[in-house]
């Protein structure tokens, strides 16, 4: 009870954030807090990927690393330097592993912490600049909110689906809890989520919110899943504990992330 409450209360916290944010900042509102995303997310990210094995400055280098690409990449002055911008990163981070060559106990530690870096990057600095991207687009706002409305949805359907008819595990040694029945209750909320957008932008082809539905809610429980691969691997149980009950940033929002790539190709290409 004592932990329901504490979700329930840090969960009525951020949507608090979230609301204030938007409502008096906009897009703007929604940069800030993908930015704080970004540093707290790295940070979580650095904390599961780089163990006592890697360099003494890994995680800090990574951290740093991420928010100044997201910081380039958002800006709308360099945002054509997104594509290039990741062949950068490869280069200073291979050139970090020769910098500190000595400091790796063997040639797979460098490549690990390599290509640990450019996931990394990946996850925690280009798929949030997708989400501010997004606010870009026309109509971003309402897509915005249609991404988080979706994948939020579809938690809630696979809970509930989960806990009233969860009986075949998809993945149990990698998520015990989730059950075939539950994932199939989180995409029907989650389409029918997409569907109720249509009517807020109806010059939008139908189809195209029916896309996102489905494979909104889907790419939303491969977030999950992949979030769970992550910390099974690092041995921990949750990515950090910002939100009590709810543990880390990307505990909260891997759906979201893996998502929304997906939002910015509907809202860039299909928003009228």
């Not at 050139?95 to 797979?108: M, Q, W």
């Not at 992550?230 to 910002?242: E, F, L, N, P």
């Amino acid at each position: 009870m004592q932990n329901l409450t504490s979700r329930a209360l840090s969960a009525a916290a951020a949507l608090i954030i979230l609301f204030c944010a938007i409502y008096f900042w906009q897009s703007t509102g929604v940069f800030i807090l993908a930015l704080l995303v970004v540093f707290r997310g790295s940070f979580e990210m650095a904390r599961m990927f780089f163990s006592t094995d890697y360099p003494k400055y890994s995680k800090t280098f990574f951290v740093i690393l991420s928010v100044t690409s997201f910081l380039i990449i958002t800006n709308q002055l360099f945002k054509f330097l997104s594509g290039i911008l990741i062949v950068f990163i490869f280069l200073i981070t291979v050139s970090y592993g020769i910098l500190l060559h000595k400091k790796f106990k063997s040639t797979d530690k460098v490549m690990t912490f390599v290509m640990k870096c450019l996931t990394g990057i990946i996850y925690c600095c280009y798929l949030p600049a997708t989400i501010v991207w997004i606010t870009h687009t026309n109509n971003g706002m309402e897509w915005f909110f249609c991404l988080l409305a979706v994948v939020f949805s579809g938690d809630i359907g696979a809970y509930i689906f989960g806990v009233l008819f969860g009986k075949t595990k998809i993945a149990p040694h990698l998520s015990p809890k989730k059950s075939l029945e539950g994932s199939l209750g989180g995409l029907t909320f989650s389409l029918v989520t997409g569907f109720s957008f249509s009517f807020l932008l109806p010059n939008t082809p139908l189809w195209i919110f029916l896309v996102c539905g489905l494979f909104g809610g889907i790419l939303g429980q491969i977030g999950d899943f992949f979030e769970s691969l992550i910390k099974r691997t690092a041995g921990v149980k949750d990515s950090g504990s910002i939100m009590p009950g709810h543990g880390g940033v990307l505990d909260r929002l891997d759906g979201v992330l893996l998502a929304a790539p997906l939002f910015y190709i509907a809202s860039t290409y299909f928003s009228l």
